[in-house]
């Protein structure tokens, strides 16, 4: 067999990460100099090029003080592993299509997923924002310490959740969205719905005085007292979308926020049982899919931009 990652160029991935870490050419990572000399390549990867910084005297290399240096694997299986995350493969897959042993590729995903969700500052949201909140069911698979802790032997079969509106120490997480209508979303898993529980997270997020959209659930019930705009749409009475001033334009809804929920639920569907200890992984990760509009091959570029660069928008 001819695994994929033989296929791949450490060379053409060392020039892709070249260009998109230092476009206007090489400056040194430590004060940012572009008074930089080339110092041979490195031993065991000829592709890595090795420098000299002539302002401060530090020596680095193309990898040095980004997410990729020290790894053990080469640059190319963790440009491939990144590539086949933005086709939203499982870890499994990624292990098959790479040729790598699953533990190691579990361990890359999440250091690929956690530098991109530390490399997205969190986004202020305004205008006209809905939120809601839906139900995950997430146990402790691959945490045995954790299901111990609860008591109990570990399950085989799938977990099928409490009935009603969950906690995460039921094992049913609650998600909560937040969401600009034409702009970005904000996800969190919390530990339950509760008034004191949303309120920092609305508060840090939706600017001051902004239209928020919400169904009738209890929890939103102070959001003019937190200083918002606040309307409601009661789902209890099959009333999606409320046309209030009679233009035909049925503004009262949150529909945006339910639209997302069914592309998070198909985004994590090839991820079976993700665990309480990993969801959040998986839905900072949809957040910066969904908030950078991009999808499968297009994602690769933001996404090794973020992880070189930090935050870049709308790259070409
Ligand atoms: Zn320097």
């Not at 020039?15 to 080339?38: E, F, H, I, N, T």
């Not at 109990?152 to 977990?159: F, T, V």
């Not at 499968?296 to 973020?306: D, E, H, I, V, Y």
Request: include cysteine; charge should be positive; charged fraction near 25%.
């Amino acid at each position: 067999m001819i695994p994929l990652s033989m296929l791949l160029d450490d060379a053409k991935c060392y020039d892709v990460l070249r260009g998109l870490r230092w476009p206007d050419g090489v400056a040194c990572p430590c004060c940012q100099s572009s008074q930089v000399s080339k110092q041979g390549r490195d031993t065991t990867q000829p592709a890595r090029q090795k420098y000299r910084c002539g302002a401060c005297g530090r020596h680095f290399d193309d990898l040095t003080g980004t997410i990729f240096a020290g790894r053990h694997q080469p640059l190319r299986v963790w440009i491939g592993g990144l590539y086949l995350m933005g086709l939203n493969l499982s870890n499994c897959q990624v292990a098959h299509e790479l040729d790598l042993n699953e533990d190691d590729t579990q361990r890359m995903a999440t250091q690929l997923r956690s530098g991109i969700i530390a490399s997205e500052p969190t986004p202020i949201l305004s205008g006209k924002v809905e939120c809601d909140e839906v139900y995950i069911v997430a146990g402790h698979k691959g945490h045995p310490e954790a299901v111990r802790k609860k008591g109990r032997k570990g399950r085989c079969r799938r977990l099928k959740g409490a009935p009603g509106r969950g906690t995460l120490e039921k094992e049913k997480p609650p998600i909560f969205g937040m969401i600009e209508r034409g702009g970005q979303v904000v996800l969190r898993m919390l530990e339950n719905v509760q008034q004191k529980t949303i309120r920092p997270l609305v508060q840090a997020i939706i600017a001051p005085g902004t239209l928020v959209y919400t169904d009738e659930y209890d929890i939103y019930s102070r959001l003019p007292e937190w200083g918002y705009d606040h309307k409601t749409v009661c789902h209890s009475r099959g009333e999606y979308a409320r046309d209030e001033d009679g233009d035909g334009f049925h503004e009262v809804h949150v529909n945006t926020m339910e639209g997302f929920w069914s592309l998070l639920r198909s985004w994590l569907r090839p991820h079976r049982g993700i665990s309480q200890e990993n969801l959040p992984l998986y839905l900072g990760f949809f957040q910066f899919v969904h908030n950078v509009r991009r999808r499968g091959r297009g994602l690769l570029q933001p996404m090794l931009c973020a992880l070189l660069t930090g935050p870049v928008r709308n790259t070409v």
